[in-house]
């Protein structure tokens, strides 16, 4: 009687809430330190993607999964992150060359630096958790990145809102951006993941299928 009421205890909604919540935290710092090498940032999100993903439902342990799917990750995801990642390091060195420029810069040039360095951002998550859905080479997954981002529209939006936010509060309001370090640190990049997550769920899943036929 009395181990029933302790599990009738650890199922309640606060609890579930509070571990919930943990779990993110977690997540989150696991996610900081992995990626702190910076080309480590593409296997660093797709595990945390998977991890998320077992998450719903279920109870499992963090740390312990986040691990296992890093070390099963990381050669193709690290592979797949470097070409885009080169790409935001060429758009972000033309930016601060042209910023440090005296002379007046048209807004042109800044827009088709912003534009592509927008594109990239949004097809990074959509590069990177097919690993939680199917197996695909190196070149597939380049290319299903693509047709992934440009077919499900939508999702494409919220996946470059939830990207571009932390870049954007630094640039704009970088007072603000400091000062919300404990969001960064605790919450967001586990937050925002879950959110691309439940967005792309559904679609996802349909896709899969279709593989495994």
């Known amino acids: 009687m009395k181990d029933t009421k302790k599990r ?9 809430m ?10 989150n710092f696991l996610f900081i330190v992995t990626s702190l090498p ?16 077992e998450m719903e439902g279920q109870d ?8 296992a799917y890093f070390k099963e990750q990381f050669k193709q995801s690290t592979k797949c992150f470097l070409l885009p990642l080169g790409i935001l390091f060429i758009l972000y060195f033309e930016f601060m060359m042209l910023y440090q420029v005296n002379a007046n810069v048209p807004s042109i040039i800044y827009v088709c630096l912003i534009i ?29 990145g693509f047709l992934l981002m440009i077919r499900f529209v939508p999702q494409s939006i919220l996946i470059m809102v939830l990207t571009a936010l932390p870049f954007i ?16 640190l605790f919450m967001y990049f586990a937050s925002s993941t879950s959110w691309i997550y439940k967005a792309v769920r559904i679609p996802m899943k349909n896709l899969s299928k279709q593989f495994e036929k």
Request: contains cysteine; hydrophobic residues 55%.
């Open 38 to 53: 910076i080309f480590t940032i593409g296997v660093s999100y797709s595990s945390m993607f998977s991890v998320i993903k």
């Open 18 to 27: 509070v571990t919930a919540f943990s779990n993110m935290v977690i997540l």
């Open 116 to 144: 592509p360095f927008l594109f990239v951002l949004t097809y990074i998550p959509w590069l990177l958790l097919q690993s939680s859905y199917f197996y695909c080479t190196f070149s597939q997954q380049i290319k299903n």
């Open 169 to 184: 509060a630094f640039a704009m309001w970088p007072a603000v951006f400091v000062f919300a370090w404990p969001v960064w």
């Open 8 to 16: 009738n205890i650890y199922k309640t909604p606060v609890v579930a």
């Open 60 to 67: 499992i342990y963090v740390t312990k999964r986040y691990f």
